[in-house]
């Protein structure tokens, strides 16, 4: 079974700077995908970004990106230009690609990064 | 117009009691999950289905049934309620093959049981 774990429980990062949020996962599959959701006090989960393991470019989505590193099974967030809006907690997943087989289709979760946001 | 809404956004029961969580998409998805979000905010699968098969966690109680009307609906039907129930359940969708794979959730339901 696939493991995904966040070493950081909590973050904090003063507006306008730069922070990173690490993820390491264990697995045996050689495809896959991993993203980072985002979780403000509102409750809702929201994708921040995905990346695929075949693809050993890495993702961005403006001012956010990721440095993935297949071999040492790592996937950290990088967060530019921190805004007050950036501030919740940050979850790590992990899915399967291998569809024909029962649960592969689910997420596996990080126990989370709670982001704090300094003015 | 949301993507996956459940609906109640809040519960309070009493232990005991039988109780429905509903979740609809209108993404067109094959694939409906039920997310369990604990007090210290760990997040667990409980259920994953499509039009072909049910896969449960095998941790979940039976007490937790779900129930698919049809393609856009799974429900989350809970019977016996106890206090260690108390959770934020969440309902997502995704799509099994094609450009986008990621999960799209709903806004959650958070189950008190007194």
């Known amino acids: 079974a696939q493991t995904v774990t966040q070493s950081q429980p909590e973050m904090s990062v003063q507006e306008a700077e730069t922070v990173t949020l690490s993820c390491t996962y264990d697995?045996?599959?050689?495809?896959?995908?991993l993203f980072w959701y985002k979780q403000p006090p509102s409750r809702q989960m929201i994708l921040v970004i995905r990346q695929e393991a075949y693809k050993q470019q890495n993702a961005t989505e403006n001012r956010f990106s990721v440095n993935f590193q297949k071999a040492a099974k790592s996937f950290s967030l990088k967060i530019s230009d921190s805004q007050l809006g950036d501030a919740a907690m940050y979850f790590c997943a992990y899915r399967s690609t291998l569809i024909a087989r029962g649960s592969a289709r689910q997420l596996t979760f990080g126990s989370g990064t709670q982001l704090t946001v300094l003015p | 117009d949301t993507a996956v809404s459940q609906t109640p956004k809040y519960l309070v029961t009493q232990m005991g009691n039988d109780k429905s969580i509903k979740c609809e998409q209108n993404l067109g998805h094959d694939t409906m999950y039920w997310y369990k979000q604990d007090s210290k905010k760990f997040l667990k699968i409980m259920f994953s289905?499509?039009?072909?098969?049910?896969?449960i966690n095998e941790t979940v109680p039976n007490r937790f049934s779900p129930k698919s009307p049809d393609k856009a609906h799974l429900n989350l039907h809970i019977n016996s309620l106890e206090l260690g129930d108390s959770a934020v359940y969440f309902c997502a969708s995704s799509q099994d093959r094609g450009v986008v794979v990621e999960a799209f959730f709903g806004q959650g339901t958070r189950l008190t049981v007194v």
């Open positions: 289905y499509n039009n072909k098969e049910l896969i």
């Open positions: 697995t045996s599959e050689s495809d896959y995908y």
